[in-house]
């Protein structure tokens, strides 16, 4: 299967589930992988027989910045939602990071996987 992917997409927002953490928006590490069938849109030429990796980033920023999630799992699962409503998404691979929140580390997060079939 074909991959369309958005790398280190970098949001601000509410997350966490401590009290200073939901006081000031922090920065958010999303990485996005969604499979699907990129033969037509390689014969035809046209964006619209792909999945437009510009209006999924910002799908995803929109709501990674307004969500208010608590954890940084709610917040994958959101996301998953999210690019599977795309025409054409089979399935998605979603890691979100959390850089800095955790001392001696560069990020913590999560990855998940999730086709229509989960939701």
């Known amino acids: 299967m074909d991959k369309v992917f958005i790398t280190d997409l970098i ?4 997350i966490g589930i401590n009290d200073w953490e939901r006081e000031h928006p922090q920065e958010i ?14 014969e035809s030429d046209d964006i619209n027989n792909s999945v437009n990796y510009r209006t999924v ?32 998404v089979k399935k998605v691979k ?18 998940i996987e999730r086709s229509s079939q989960n939701f």
Do not use: Q, W
């Open 57 to 88: 980033a910002k799908k995803v920023l929109k709501h990674a910045e307004n969500a208010g999630r608590l954890t940084v799992e709610a917040l994958a699962a959101d996301i998953a939602k999210i690019c599977l409503k795309e025409i054409g």
């Open 11 to 14: 949001a601000r927002g509410i």
């Open 29 to 42: 590490l999303i990485n996005i992988i969604m499979y699907t069938d990129l033969r037509e849109a390689g």
């Open 94 to 111: 979603v890691r979100i990071e959390k850089p800095g929140a955790v001392r001696f580390s560069k990020s913590v997060g999560v990855e």
